[in-house]
């Protein structure tokens, strides 16, 4: 039999899925590690827990690989009593999917059509962006002055199209946040015929803002709060993540996800990572310590970081050709950052933090490359 390259029936793909650009994610260490010639790499890119996952998750998830053969429970029952009897609401207020961006795709199909409108701010996680436009959605967005929401310019744009206001916070990929107060005002003012979309993937860094804002107290019938297993926790590679709301949109959410997600590892694995308090903190700490040493670092170095909310840092330079030139002097030395031209800061990049010794590692780059660049 021959093969041919009749791809006729291509041609009847909606428009707003040819017209797409797919999502380029840093590459996978075992990549780097080929395409360099490294036996390590030090990878600052994707925003992952340099610590790896709570042992106690793993080891949860290898007891339970005896029973994959069964499919997994498809409401993952035990997690959502768990996360339910921590923040005093029901089971039925939860939603857990195979990680928050999955519950992003699953939040599009549906409360959309295609062609409805969603509002979000300059620079916001472009994951939402994607499966958006991968539903025939239409985005528009608000300048964001200083990589910041601006929150007043969001609510004067909502109109009675609007069907999503989505605001990551903090934001990924600038760090920034908005604050209690703002979160309020937005609450207070969205109509309640646009669902308020509140993505707290990095929640878990937050903890000494005493500003930064209680969503859960917040919650009203039109908002939705995405969290996830992927950051903190250390879990990205089992893909895992949950969502609170009121109990008819969790409703409505459930009978669209994927019926068998996530998988029955995943669910053991964020079982024994709930209860990891000392892994948490472990992760928290260091993130805190190790950003003020960013800081530091990279201003004596000549850059002006923005100051992060999340575990990592937005870094604008002079240019996209700067950033690449950068970006790729460190990966010949083994050490992956994140440009960002993808996000629409072409000149800027964004820096995951390690361990003490990965950032020190990248200071002593840095030092090295920057009067040569």
Not at 21 to 45: M, R, S
Not at 240 to 248: A, D
Not at 286 to 298: C, I, K, S, T
Request: charged share 20%; with cysteine; hydrophobic share 40%.
């Amino acid at each position: 039999m021959t093969v041919t390259e009749d791809l006729a029936f291509l041609s009847s793909l909606p428009a707003y899925v040819r017209q797409m650009q797919p999502y380029k994610p840093g590459k996978p260490i075992e990549e780097l590690k080929a395409e360099y010639g490294f036996e390590t790499v030090i990878k600052l890119a994707s925003n992952e827990n340099p610590f790896g996952p709570s042992p106690k998750a793993i080891e949860a998830a290898t007891k339970g690989l005896s029973e994959t053969f069964r499919y997994p429970d498809p409401v993952s029952r035990r997690l959502r009593q768990k996360i339910a009897d921590r923040f005093g609401i029901q089971p039925e207020e939860i939603v857990v999917g195979a990680g928050s961006e999955s519950l992003l795709a699953t939040v599009v199909r549906t409360m959309l059509h295609p062609g409805d409108e969603t509002l979000t701010g300059f620079g916001a996680f472009m994951g939402f962006a994607i499966h958006l436009s991968a539903h025939g959605g239409v985005l528009k967005t608000v300048p964001s002055p200083d990589y910041r929401f601006d929150i007043d310019g969001l609510l004067a744009a909502i109109t009675p199209k609007t069907r999503i206001l989505y605001l990551p916070n903090p934001n990924n990929p600038t760090g920034t946040y908005f604050t209690q107060a703002q979160l309020e005002k937005i609450t207070a003012t969205v109509p309640d015929s646009t669902l308020i979309l509140l993505d707290e993937a990095y929640i878990e860094f937050c903890g000494h803002l005493s500003d930064y804002p209680d969503s859960l107290a917040t919650r009203k019938p039109n908002v939705l709060v995405l969290r996830t297993f992927s950051k903190a926790y250390g879990l990205a590679g089992f893909r895992i993540g949950y969502g609170i709301g009121h109990p008819k949109l969790i409703e409505q959410l459930t009978k669209v996800k994927m019926t068998f997600e996530p998988s029955m590892p995943a669910q053991l694995a964020a079982e024994a990572a709930w209860d990891d308090h000392d892994f948490l903190k472990k992760g928290a700490d260091n993130n805190r310590q190790e950003l003020a040493r960013y800081y530091g670092e990279l201003r004596r170095l000549g850059f002006s970081p923005v100051e992060s909310a999340g575990n990592f840092v937005f870094v604008p330079s002079t240019s996209a050709d700067y950033v690449n030139r950068l970006n790729e002097a460190l990966l010949q030395r083994g050490i992956a950052i994140r440009p960002l031209g993808p996000f629409g800061f072409s000149d800027a990049f964004r820096i995951t933090v390690g361990l003490p010794q990965e950032n020190d590692a990248l200071f002593a780059a840095l030092a090295e490359i920057l009067p040569e660049l």
